[in-house]
């Protein structure tokens, strides 16, 4: 292995003990460092094949702690890992996976202590999700 691509596997196992990056943000970030495409396409592939890179780990993770900090809808969630430059179908699989009937009511639910329904379809709950919350809620007082 040469000297390069032992340089830019190290950088990159610096940047993901840190946190989860997606292969988009990881390889600008070692091209910023001024590693060659190859050199980090390579390296890309060798950290994926061992398990180290993993784009469904980046988005569960993102997901999760985005969602802790300000709850959000699967339509808002799905632009903010586009922009970020994941996988669109990695991004739908686990969106789908994640986003369950009982989730979206717990983020509803914590999202609606601070925004009425323009502020809940703001953060990219359907009217559906929303329109549930408040059937339950509506049965929890009954």
């Known amino acids: 292995m040469d000297?390069?691509?032992?340089?830019?596997?190290?950088q990159a196992l610096r940047y993901l003990s840190i946190r989860e990056h997606n292969r988009s943000e990881?390889?600008?970030?070692?091209?910023?460092?001024?590693?060659?495409?190859?050199?980090?396409n390579r390296t890309l592939d060798s950290?994926?094949?061992?398990?180290?890179?993993?784009?469904k780990r980046y988005v569960e993770a993102y997901i999760r702690s985005s969602n802790n900090r300000h709850p959000e809808g699967k339509s808002v969630m799905m632009a903010r890992l586009l922009s970020k430059g994941a996988d669109r179908n990695v991004c739908?699989?686990?969106?789908d996976d994640i986003y369950?009937?009982?989730y979206v009511c717990a983020l509803v639910t914590r999202a609606s202590?601070?925004?009425d329904r323009i502020g809940?379809?703001?953060a990219g709950f359907?009217?559906?999700?929303?329109?549930?919350?408040m059937l339950s809620k509506s049965d929890d007082i009954e």
């Open 3 to 10: 000297k390069d691509l032992l340089k830019c596997a190290d």
């Open 26 to 40: 990881l390889s600008l970030k070692l091209r910023n460092k001024g590693y060659e495409e190859d050199i980090i």
């Open 47 to 55: 950290l994926e094949e061992d398990g180290l890179l993993s784009e």
């Open 92 to 95: 739908r699989s686990v969106l």
């Open 100 to 102: 369950n009937d009982d």
């Open 113 to 115: 202590a601070k925004k």
């Open 120 to 122: 809940l379809l703001k």
């Open 126 to 133: 359907s009217s559906a999700d929303i329109a549930k919350y």
